[in-house]
């Protein structure tokens, strides 16, 4: 019986072992959230809101998947560089002019950027800094 009890917790301390054990990426995505969501609250929750919902006509939200999807590549740049043209958000035209944050690395931009498309409804997993300084150099 004493033999029975010992194998069984010796099992179940490796199941736990397994079981709590992530990969690399899980560990950075959560690092990055954490990280991202200091800076968004810094720089971006102002105009953006604490939900992501917006300012009105000023800021748009950040919930809408589909436009940062398709501007994923492009987010990067905004960011970093502000934005200074029309968008188009949930359908409604927004034409404020977004501000810069040069002073953000781009190990912060990342950060932040996986904190916008993996919060307020959106899931699109991890970006590394290294894509988003390759973004960062592709910018107008």
């Not at 969501?37 to 105009?47: P, R």
């Not at 002073?103 to 894509?131: C, H, R, W």
């Amino acid at each position: 019986m004493r033999k029975y009890i010992i194998n069984s917790i010796f099992f179940l301390f490796i199941i736990g072992i397994i079981v709590s054990c992530q990969n690399q990426e899980t560990i950075d995505l959560q690092n990055y959230m954490s990280n991202g969501k200091d800076i968004y609250k810094a720089k971006c929750q102002n105009c953006h809101g604490e939900n992501g919902e917006g300012l009105g006509e000023l800021a748009p939200p950040l919930t809408d998947s589909v436009f940062l999807k398709t501007n994923k590549n492009r987010l990067a740049c905004f960011i970093k560089n502000g934005a200074n043209e029309f968008l188009i958000i949930h359908g409604k035209e927004y034409k404020e002019k977004m501000p810069a944050f040069p002073e953000l690395a781009d190990i912060d931009v990342a950060q932040v950027m996986v904190y916008i498309t993996n919060s307020f409804g959106n899931k699109q997993g991890f970006v590394p800094y290294t894509e988003v300084s390759k973004d960062l150099q592709n910018c107008k």
